[in-house]
């Protein structure tokens, strides 16, 4: 498996948790309870940017990873901070953190505190997850009722952690924000039209289900708070006061360019939107 540079990535973290408060749950099933909310409560604000790279550990155990998606403040004085993530995935078996302290000395010290991992060290680290993968992919077939390749998985696990594919060929089709236009590639998002979780696996390294987006574009789009029909004028939510457009970017004649290849996956996004 070659190194994987993932640009997108801006920190990747080590977040503890006791054992004591699985009481007497296996990994599997601990595994599995983080699949299905895509949420976790936690003691501390881990104090890190969106797309950080969240390593879930256990003990001497790190048994998955999700790309965080942010942070709230509850009124829980023992769990206060509401941690959201997505592109989950299951380590089978675990990772031992010894593997880790490994390449970064410094990573795994400490239990109760988030440690970021040593930037120098990124590409080695995200090396060993990605490997674990590869060694576990029956498990992981079985798990996710999808059957891959080896080829296709490689694709999978690089596009779950980072979606460097597809985010390279959504830069080169696009080039700016479809909505705005910016074009500073640092500060634009490969936004999924139908979201990974949704989708099957064409569907997910398909660079026409995305758009690029700037931060707040992709926040409106990826919560539903924003659609487009087929003939790219925008749709906004009535929870969107007019008052907003102008910070926001956006008005009611907002139209952006949309492939034909693209509709279905608008349709799927319209009838979210929808529901919303």
């Known amino acids: 498996m070659k190194a994987l540079y993932l640009d997108e990535i801006p920190e990747i973290r080590l977040v503890p948790f006791s054992r004591k408060g699985f009481r007497s ?3 599997e099933e601990i595994q599995e309870d983080f699949r299905n909310d895509s949420e976790v409560w936690y ?6 940017p969106k797309n950080t790279l969240l390593l879930f550990r256990t003990e001497g155990l790190v048994f998955a990873s999700a790309l965080l998606d942010g942070v709230e403040k509850q009124t829980d004085e023992k769990y206060p901070y509401h941690i959201f993530y997505r592109d989950y995935i299951a380590f089978n078996p675990p990772i031992e953190l010894s593997e880790l302290t490994a390449i970064d000395k410094g990573f795994g010290k400490g239990t109760r505190s988030v440690r970021i991992l040593d930037i120098r060290f ?3 680290i995200l090396n060993l997850l990605t490997a674990s993968q590869m060694q576990s992919l029956p498990e992981q077939e079985n798990q996710q009722s999808f059957a891959l390749t080896k080829t296709e998985f490689e694709q999978v696990v690089k596009s779950r952690i980072g979606q460097t594919q597809f985010r390279s060929e959504l830069l080169h089709r696009d080039k700016s924000c479809k909505i705005c236009g910016l074009n500073i590639s640092e500060l634009l998002y490969a936004s999924h039209i139908k979201p990974w979780k949704d989708c099957d696996n064409e569907e997910r390294l398909d660079p026409n289900n995305g758009f690029l987006l700037c931060s707040i574009h992709n926040d409106l789009f990826d919560k539903r708070l924003i659609s487009f ?8 939510s009535n929870t969107i006061t007019q008052s907003d457009y102008s910070s926001l970017g956006i008005d009611s004649e907002t139209k952006i360019e949309v492939l034909s290849k693209q ?3 608008l349709i799927w996004h319209r009838q979210m939107f929808d529901k919303k």
Do not use: P, Q, S, W
Request: overall charge positive.
């Open 263 to 265: 509709r279905k996956y």
């Open 122 to 124: 990124r590409n080695e």
């Open 229 to 236: 029909k087929d003939n790219g004028r925008i749709i906004i």
């Open 25 to 27: 749950r296996t990994i």
């Open 43 to 48: 003691t501390k604000n881990i104090l890190a």
